[in-house]
């Protein structure tokens, strides 16, 4: 049995992909789940913060951590440049930000251009940046969900891949909203990452085209049968 995880995979025909993380990582953990059945093989997973949980997931399924702590770095240039220069030893054909809360160079989203996908919770174009169940909420939308994009020099402003949307409740409060979009994170990043590593989804001349045939510009409709309390 191969001792180093990268040994395994010789004759691995999955996608080689890396993951970056800053938490949680309970996206990081949907796609561990469904690596195989997607056609992916995470390489590594690498956190621009230290001892977080994300990083012991990947450490269970004995995928490599790697910790790059941003403050180690005087400007968000060089610690790009390092990101990349980690990235990069893994040979990755997509990178996937999940959690990834970082604004990324010019350098760096050029660099990655067409193999870079991220999950941002909202309906895009709405609510880009931070607090966005809070910003739905008191805007009182009737309904609210998440994005999966191709990530351009624009921040959260790459087009838009797939989205799940889900009704706003009464008596909604950040944390209930912020945790039945989680659900739909976990279902569509997979679906979204697996189009990518099969060769059905592509970015080109600024639209992501599934199957050759131009997205929605929200991106596909992801039907949510039914919501938990
Ligand atoms: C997710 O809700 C993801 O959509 C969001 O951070 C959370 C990470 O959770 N990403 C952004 O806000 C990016 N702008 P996780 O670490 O449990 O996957």
Redesign the pocket.
């Known amino acids: 049995m191969a001792s180093n995880p990268s040994d395994q995979n010789l004759n691995d025909d999955r996608l080689p992909v890396v993951v970056l ?1 800053s ?6 953990q949907a796609l561990i789940d469904t690596q195989e059945d997607i056609g992916i093989r995470i390489a590594a997973v690498i956190s621009n913060k230290p001892s977080v949980l ?1 990083l012991k997931r990947a450490m269970e399924a004995r995928i490599p951590a790697e910790a790059l702590n941003h403050k180690d770095y005087e400007t968000r240039e060089q610690f790009d440049q390092a990101l990349m220069e980690l990235i990069n030893s893994y040979n990755p054909k997509l990178v996937v930000l ?2 990834f ?1 970082r604004i990324l160079t010019p350098e760096f989203t050029r660099f990655y251009e067409q193999r870079l996908l ?4 909202s309906l895009l174009p709405k609510y880009k940046g931070l607090h966005t169940h809070r910003r739905a909420l008191e805007a009182g939308d009737a309904e609210h969900g ?1 994005t999966v994009h191709f990530v351009t020099s624009e921040l ?1 402003g790459g087009p838009p891949v797939i989205q799940a949307r889900i009704p706003v409740r009464s008596g909604d409060t950040e944390e209930t909203l912020q945790k039945r979009v ?1 659900v739909q ?1 976990h279902i569509i990043y997979p679906v979204a990452v697996g189009w990518f590593a099969s060769g059905r989804l592509c970015l080109k001349e600024n639209k992501a085209l599934l199957d050759n045939v131009p997205l929605p510009a929200q991106g596909f409709q992801h039907t949510v049968l039914s919501t938990p309390e």
């Open positions: 993380i938490g949680s990582g309970s996206n990081l994300g999940a959690g809360m991220n999950i941002h919770p998440v959260d989680l994170e």
